[in-house]
């Protein structure tokens, strides 16, 4: 995911001055008189005590049950896999092309029974299971950015530096506090921890000084999706309250910004377009959709766990815990104000 380039910046009373110029020699090399981990030695001091101060937001992780999430297990069909009227039976017809998944209703002689009564070879499907990952409620508004790590990195000991495989590896999903932010290279860099910059592509944050445009009612349950970020902002009134990842439409169907209303819930859906072509897609029992214009809203989606990336239709995907959390605190306001943004754009 490509991102934008960022501007240096702090938060509330830890706010600093841009670095100067000549300070940005300090990322020239890990080791410059006078610089400490790729800032001024004074700065990085000031930052230091910032994170023991405040070294993690206070959050709620969403609940995952385990095992409504292990129920979503189906089976993705190879494009164009035939199918027969028996085990080792004639060929009737084939799957087609673009993503299908199925349930099986019976197993015999390398052959799985489809709900329709054909059958298909076994080594045709490909077992798949729902992410386990979940956003998270904020106890407070955190006092810095944070982020979710979108593929497991090695952070460096300054902004652009290099990384040694013996050093340790922050895990994809892991949420981490952005302190500072130095361009370096074309990118922004964030501090993480001590002595740990990782690069902007590698991360989808959420600010909490930034939202799009929009006067709630007090109290009012809105969600905000970053296109840019490709996060979801879940709001009461003006208060950030929680966040995930999700994965909006792909440019050739993007998910269209605006504001809107959730009109359609409905708790299981069958979903399915552009059949027998090379992106149709055929999807079973698709849990907690909440539809908002047209055939576009939120879904839990248990055929992949790319969150953080766009891969959509058009649909904002969830985890099947994210899905339900956000069907559940919605439920008070059926019809909740949805805005979707582009944070790059302002």
Not at 219 to 227: C, M
Not at 325 to 332: D, Q, R, V
Request: charge should be neutral; aromatic fraction near 12%.
């Amino acid at each position: 995911m490509v991102k934008r380039l960022i501007a240096v910046f702090l938060l509330a009373a830890l706010i600093l001055p841009t670095i100067p110029a000549a300070a940005q020699d300090c990322t020239a090399a890990e080791t410059l008189p006078g610089c400490t981990h790729g800032l001024p030695t004074a700065q990085y001091e000031a930052l230091l005590a910032a994170i023991n101060a405040y070294p993690a937001p206070k959050v709620t992780p969403i609940t995952v049950n385990v095992k409504e999430v292990d129920g979503y297990t189906f089976y993705r069909v190879t494009a164009g896999a035939p199918l027969y009227d028996a085990p080792n039976g004639a060929a009737v017809g084939g799957a087609g092309d673009g993503t299908n998944f199925v349930s099986l209703y019976g197993v015999k002689d390398g052959f799985a029974k489809l709900r329709d009564g054909t059958w298909i070879r076994i080594t045709d499907l490909t077992k798949t299971f729902a992410s386990e990952f979940a956003g998270v409620t904020f106890d407070e508004v955190p006092r810095y950015p944070v982020a979710w790590v979108l593929q497991a990195s090695i952070p460096a000991h300054i902004p652009g530096g290099v990384t040694r495989a013996e050093w340790a590896v922050v895990k994809r999903y892991t949420l981490v506090t952005l302190y500072a932010a130095v361009k370096k290279g074309g990118w922004t860099w964030y501090l993480i921890a001590p002595g740990q910059w990782i690069e902007q592509r590698k991360i989808a944050l959420i600010d909490p000084t930034r939202r799009p445009q929009y006067t709630p009612q007090a109290g009012e349950r809105w969600i905000a999706v970053d296109l840019y970020e490709q996060t979801a902002h879940y709001y009461e009134g003006d208060r950030l309250v929680g966040g995930t990842l999700v994965s909006t439409g792909l440019s050739n169907t993007s998910t269209p910004a605006g504001s809107f209303q959730i009109y359609q819930r409905l708790e299981r859906t069958n979903l399915r377009g552009s059949m027998g072509e090379a992106d149709g897609y055929s999807l079973p029992a698709v849990p907690y959709a909440m539809f908002f214009t047209g055939e576009v809203g939120f879904h839990a989606v248990y055929w992949h766990d790319g969150f953080g990336f766009k891969r959509s239709h058009g649909c904002v995907n969830l985890t099947i815990s994210d899905a339900r959390f956000l069907w559940e605190w919605t439920t008070p306001q059926p019809q909740a104000r949805v805005i979707v943004w582009d944070s790059s754009k302002g």
